[in-house]
């Protein structure tokens, strides 16, 4: 049991005997390795190796994908700038039409103005003239 406790982390060599193992390999470098560890170890690497590129392949993509995105955005806001100047142009035209017409907007305004005053006026000399007519009516009756 005391041998155990002694003997924990030390593996044997089979050119120099006991040693500390460093790493969870079992072979030295000088050795001939075994060709099933062999085979195995390069499937590992050649999985990691997939798997790293598929990784770099997805972000390298991802990139392409927000160029892509970006460049859309771009005509997109170039085209609502084109659009917004043109209705900039055309607000500005309108508005400068509607100053050239304020001066006739202003005399349509005076002309309406103007007829309901010869309305009512109208109004009254038709309320008037009943009333005159009644008078006479009523004068003739006599």
Do not use: C, W
Not at 89 to 114: A, C, F, G, H
């Amino acid at each position: 049991m005391a041998d155990e406790v002694e003997t924990e982390g030390v593996t044997d060599s089979p050119k120099k005997g006991p040693t500390l193992s460093t790493s969870t390999s079992s072979f030295e470098a000088l050795d001939p390795h075994d060709p099933n560890l062999s085979r195995l170890a390069t499937t590992m690497f050649q999985k990691t190796a997939d798997y790293l590129f598929g990784e770099l392949t997805a972000t390298q993509e991802d990139y392409r994908l927000l160029e892509t995105m970006n460049q859309a955005t771009i005509a997109k806001y170039s085209d609502m700038k084109q659009i917004s100047g043109n209705v900039s142009r055309t607000i500005t035209e309108l508005n400068e039409k509607y100053v050239s017409l304020q001066p006739y907007l202003d005399q349509i305004d005076q002309i309406e103005s103007s007829v309901n005053k010869l309305e009512q006026a109208a109004y009254k000399l038709d309320a008037y003239s009943k009333r005159l007519e009644a008078k006479f009516k009523s004068l003739e009756k006599r």
